[in-house]
């Protein structure tokens, strides 16, 4: 089993967001969840990226139960991606040793390549304060292409289309489909519709989880 949850609860003090949450993924499996915004989606996959750690019930992912060890085993790609004041490759490599191969295979993959060619200073341009000297699209593709050169078992997606529209989410789709192939995959929404196929969808609603 790649997940599995037990019984898991989660509150931000007084406010109770998670009730007795069950779920089991198996390797290679992608499902979706959808849900009204605000109603814990992206608490619980920050659950499930072990960047939260449970108050109540079992959170198991890839065999690992500790917050610390459950981060190796996932890749997580936001709505509205966190990038560096740095690079296009420090964005990638997250200051970890990479081959220039893992780095040109991973832009290949995200379709970044041809846009980091037409560049001065190519894959060492900076993309400026909170990524504000790129695009939308090119930050969610640097971050795809980040959770790529990561290869992490487990991929977490969190409204990682939303907001696109046009040859953009295009390729932002084309990314997702390289990042996420063979891989495990939890994918949170608002939205029912979607471009990628999943095994099982979720409804989150009242902080329990129903089959869609």
Partial sequence: MSIYVENLSFAYG?????????????????????GVSGCGKSTLLK????LYKAQDGI???QGERNP?????????????????PASIKDNITCGHPMSNETIKRACDAAQLSDWIASLPDGI???VGERGGKVSGGQAQRIA??????KDAPVVLLD????????DTSKAVIAALESLTKGKTVVSVSHRPDDLMEYNRIY???GGRLFNA
């Fill in 59 to 61: 959170i198991e992912v």
């Fill in 124 to 126: 060492d341009t900076y």
């Fill in 159 to 166: 409204e990682a289309t939303s907001a696109l529209d046009g």
């Fill in 203 to 205: 409804r989150l609603e």
């Fill in 68 to 84: 610390e060890q459950i981060r190796r085993q996932v890749s997580v790609v936001m709505q509205n991606p966190m990038l560096f």
């Fill in 14 to 34: 007084d406010k109770q967001i998670l009730r007795e949450i069950n779920l089991n993924v198996k390797n290679g499996e992608s499902i979706r969840i959808i």
């Fill in 47 to 50: 659950l499930l990226a072990g």
């Fill in 144 to 149: 795809i292409a980040r959770a790529i050169a």
